[in-house]
């Protein structure tokens, strides 16, 4: 059973960064990605990055240049570096594979 769990999340100002954690456990199927999305109150969510389990990474155009996927799979681990975040980005940040997610992850970007 595959199992996520997300950290790294919290505040930060404007312009700041943040990197988010999601620990994987259990059996990750190579045919799918491993990723994340966000969402926030009310909102609908949305998929912000996604790698393969052989590095292939994808993101949604709001956040190309700012944010970085990857994954180091000795640790079971894929990160998100989120730089220079905007305050409309605060939101939780959850991880997922397949059809597995973690719990969420919240960030506060403030001015």
């Known amino acids: 059973q595959v199992e996520l769990v997300e950290s790294g999340g919290g505040s930060v100002q404007a312009g700041g960064s943040l990197r988010l954690s999601c620990i994987t456990s259990?059996?990750?199927?190579?045919?799918?990605?491993t990723g994340w999305y966000r969402q926030a109150p009310g909102q609908q969510r949305e998929r912000v990055a996604a790698?393969?389990?052989?590095?292939?990474?994808n993101y949604a155009d709001s956040v190309k240049g700012r944010f970085t996927i990857s994954r180091d799979n000795a640790k079971n681990t894929v990160y998100l570096q989120m730089d220079k975040l905007k305050r409309d980005e605060t939101d939780v940040y959850y991880c997922?594979?397949?059809?597995?997610w973690g719990r969420g992850c919240p960030v506060t970007v403030s001015s």
């Open positions: 259990g059996w990750l199927s190579r045919i799918y990605v």
């Open positions: 790698i393969s389990m052989s590095g292939v990474t």
């Open positions: 997922y594979h397949d059809v597995v």
